[in-house]
């Protein structure tokens, strides 16, 4: 699904994420929250006004994840195993909020990026969320 030529490319661009992993994860989320509002549901037990603590951790955590995934693209299945599980299994995140987040990540990124968020950049970071969220929402029933 992805050339080799994408695949560096996705490393590159999300290992230039994690100096700003809090920023990033947390505008995404909260980018989420605003124009999905329903999706804050699943939060209701945090704080997840603008800047705050709870919503800057997990932001912090979902670019993480997506850093982790992206350095170990082939095997993504197995890498994220564990998050497939907690979110299905003890989260019960429906699968469409994957969806959701990866089109906030992307205008995030793309806002973040500037110039550098090139076309390639865009096609090649929205394959990778696709695959992404699909594993993620792999064990959900």
Same mark, same amino acid.
């Given at each position: 699904?992805?050339?080799?030529?994408?695949?560096?490319?996705?490393?590159?661009?999300?290992?230039?994420?994690?100096? #700003?992993?809090?920023?990033?994860?947390?505008?995404?989320?909260?980018?989420?929250?605003?124009?999905?509002?329903?999706?804050?549901?699943?939060?209701?037990?945090?704080?997840?006004?603008?800047?705050?603590?709870?919503?800057?951790?997990?932001?912090?955590?979902? #670019?993480?994840?997506?850093?982790?995934?992206?350095?170990?693209?082939?095997?993504?299945?197995?890498?994220?195993?564990?998050?497939?599980?907690?979110?299905?299994?003890?989260?019960?995140?429906?699968?469409?909020?994957?969806?959701?987040?990866?089109?906030?990540?992307? #205008?995030?990124?793309?806002?973040?990026?500037?110039?550098?968020?090139?076309?390639?950049?865009?096609?090649?970071?929205?394959?990778?969320?696709?695959?992404?969220?699909? #594993?993620?929402?792999?064990?959900?029933?």
């Amino acid at each position: 699904m992805l050339s080799n030529t994408e695949k560096e490319l996705i490393v590159q661009i999300w290992d230039k994420m994690i100096p #700003v992993a809090e920023d990033i994860g947390s505008e995404a989320l909260l980018r989420m929250f605003t124009t999905f509002p329903k999706t804050k549901t699943y939060f209701s037990h945090l704080d997840i006004s603008p800047n705050s603590d709870h919503l800057r951790c997990h932001g912090k955590k979902i #670019v993480q994840a997506l850093a982790d995934g992206a350095r170990n693209i082939s095997t993504l299945a197995t890498t994220l195993a564990p998050l497939s599980r907690f979110h299905a299994y003890l989260l019960r995140i429906h699968p469409t909020n994957f969806k959701l987040l990866n089109h906030c990540i992307l #205008v995030t990124l793309a806002c973040h990026m500037g110039d550098n968020f090139t076309p390639v950049a865009h096609a090649a970071i929205d394959k990778f969320l696709s695959a992404f969220s699909a #594993v993620l929402a792999e064990k959900f029933r």
